[in-house]
């Protein structure tokens, strides 16, 4: 957490950020809007950036806090306790975008001076619904509500139907016609800041090969810096620095970067100097320091031993989060590495046995494996998703990867000649998404520069050949850890005489 420590059990929180408490995610946006953010009981712009980058993390966030009531919170209830309360007093729109994106279990916001319990509203794109309340001051002649207790269950431990019960008063989202946040005073506003902009459809031909955004002020956009790409694409006003990326990637903090300096001083846990890229000690601690907090890193404390199914010597292989299907596998490298195709040849010829003894494994129950891997050139541990499919659906596979691309705007490449000739011909320098069909035939395509590319194509295009559309977005499939734990022991009961490891 940013913030101040008041006493024992006590916070003021400044800006924005997210952190868990007793297991909850709490996300938060502190004080009213100004250009710079700099006064106290304010928020800049790059606070909400920093939000909307942590709204596109896995996981639901339970609580959400803000200072301002989100503009349009009103639509569409049936209360009667709001009817002297003008919706533009004391509300922000920039709230009602964050919290669309955010889309929390619980919204709680102060200033209008009432106490509101809202109906609970449906989220776009997302299972559960949302419950916003409204607290009145602390001491109010009207004897209204300033504090009110709930018992939230985390997200985290809930399973999908405990996760998606709606109660029977839920209403539509208030927010889908609220007019988008105008910049304050002195802010530049970027043109893209639109939920709908950045939820278009995926594969809708107009929105192929955003360019990176090059806007004419030198203050840097988060969203890029902080993961090397932005949703907004050449709509966006910040500028889009690779350098920066690179050096944010080596641990110099992002204020020193967009402002040459940091109002934190000693007290940030980052780096105030440009990092040399030949400072291996350096690198070697941030490589450590990222396999202590990946998922997929067998030495991590993060990562969820309970979905792995099969452990090797330099490959594992664990049960998706969120499954396409039940049986769902992820194959991914022991060591913290970025792709599957660069490793040296003893792990491919692991790899080699791992994937034959999936094809086996699926074929006896009248199924063909399904290969793909989207190759990040920022990204952080591989992995090689495995989805089974009806041998009756096998030969559509191919087909339907090439509609999908056409959509897109891009050409799928036959690579001849299997995995061998694309470890072959792979640039480091560039990402790439390959699909190995039914039949061994690898399907790929190399990613451009500035080409705004779908993180999850592969999974989107298998859900829509297996009529599975609400699937496609793994945070709309998961379970609970002990459904998850069965599952993982049915698929290692029917895998153990295939498995290569045993």
Known sequence: MEGLRVCDNLYWLKGSGKFSLHGLSVAYLSGRRTPSGTQFGTYSQDDVDALRALAEDPGTV???????????????????????????????????????EIKPRYHVAGTVGVYFDREPYANIDALHATRFLGLAPVGNKDKQKFIHAISPTPASTMSKTELSAKPPNTTLCPYTNVDKASPPDGATKRPGDSTSESQYWRYDVSKKKQKHGDGGGDRLCFKFVSSGSCPRGNQCQFRHDEEASEQYSRGVCFDFLNKGKCEKGPDCNFKHSLQEEGDRSASRAASSNRSKECWFCLSSPNVESHLITSVGEYYYCALAKGPLTPDHVLIMPIEHTPNTLSLPLECEKELERLQSSFKAYFKKQGKEAVFFEWVFKRGSHANLQVVPIPSSRASAVRDIFNLAADKLGFKLTMVKEGRQALRTQFDRSCSLFYVEVPGGDILSHVIEENEKFPAQFGREVLAGLLNIADRADWRNCKVGKEEETKMVERFKNGFQEYDPNQ
């Open 62 to 100: 339970d609580i959400f806090l803000t200072n301002e009531w989100p503009s349009g919170v009103t639509n569409g209830t049936t209360s009667k306790a709001l009817v002297e309360i003008s919706d533009s007093s004391g509300s922000d729109p920039t709230v009602s975008e964050l919290v669309t």
